[in-house]
């Protein structure tokens, strides 16, 4: 779960608080380590469900098969760390 929590805080550093939705690429990783990664999470039910990705404007990632260009996070993430 570290790099669970690496990326709740990188998160909070570019959104400035929970529910706001930032563009994948904003997290500083290649895109290919960024699919990776958030697919991982996507994957995870005890971590998905405060995840929410949406597709806007930006560079896309597959996202488990799935064209994403930001995400979300719920506050009670937290309780994950």
Known sequence: ???LAQIVDRYLAIAGGFGVAVPLGSFGFSGQET???FSAFDED???SRYLKFTRQAGPEFSINGFP???VALDQRIRGLL
């Open 68 to 70: 994403q260009t930001h």
């Open 1 to 3: 779960m570290s790099e």
């Open 35 to 37: 699919a990776r990664l």
């Open 45 to 47: 039910y005890q971590v």
